[in-house]
T-cell receptor, first 113, second 117 residues
């Protein structure tokens, strides 16, 4: 079945540092890929998405590129802020049309001033 | 954008009582909603898929008699935790997809923190 693997956290960075959170997936066909962010005590918010190979999703300075050849969708940001501290989830929606997303375990990001 | 509202955001109940959590899509119709339980180490566990006008589909290991799901309309699904026990304390999150479109992302409620004492 489909699966998503994320790097273990927490990731601890200083403000303005470069961020990478790795995400790889296993799925048949061409799934849609997503990054969600969860702030403390809240639900999940869609951060960005990509629906086909080589697409780049971007939002709020975050970017991720759909790499079919490496089955990856790594999240990057050039300069993190304290307000980016949250848990980040990589997810996919199967190419078969299922609306049920498959989530990674989440990566906690802590940004210090 | 599509908004999903979950209520209550926090609830404390006594052991043995039942608690109802509501999930509403405010500006779109959702034939399907999903209920998740989030454990302390952050992972999301899909509990069930709620289908409007029909029975919910439960994931393996989830007790359907304990976690009652009702999807009475295209904008409302409810999760009732019956005879709650302390081990049911958790963060419950719902999500929904927009009906009749090719949108692929799920929209999430803000979650409900359930504490059973």
């Amino acid at each position: 079945g489909d699966s998503v693997t994320q790097m273990e956290g927490p990731v601890t960075l200083s403000e303005e540092a470069f961020l990478t959170i790795n995400c790889t997936y296993t799925a048949t066909g061409y799934p849609s890929l997503f990054w969600y962010v969860q702030y403390p005590g809240e639900g999940l918010q869609l951060l960005l998405k990509a629906t086909k190979a080589d697409d780049k999703g971007s939002n709020k300075g975050f970017e991720a590129t759909y790499r079919k050849e490496t089955t990856s969708f790594h999240l990057e940001k050039g300069s993190v802020q304290v307000s980016d501290s949250a848990v980040y989830f990589c997810a996919l929606r199967g190419a078969g049309g299922s609306y049920i997303p498959t989530f990674g375990r989440g990566t906690s990001l802590i940004v210090h001033p | 954008g599509a908004v999903v509202s979950q209520h209550p955001s926090r609830v404390i109940c006594k052991s043995g009582t039942s608690v109802k959590i509501e999930c509403r899509s405010l500006d779109f119709q959702a034939t399907t909603m999903f209920w998740y339980r989030q454990f302390p180490k952050k992972s999301l566990m899909l509990m069930a898929t709620s289908n409007e006008g029909s029975k919910a589909t439960y994931e393996q290991g989830v007790e359907k008699d304990k976690f009652l799901i009702n999807h009475a309309s295209l904008t409302l699904s409810t999760l009732t935790v019956t005879s709650a026990h302390p081990e049911d304390s958790s963060f419950y999150i719902c999500s929904a997809n927009i009906r009749g479109t090719m949108n692929t992302e799920a929209f999430f409620g803000q979650g409900t923190r359930l504490t059973v004492v």
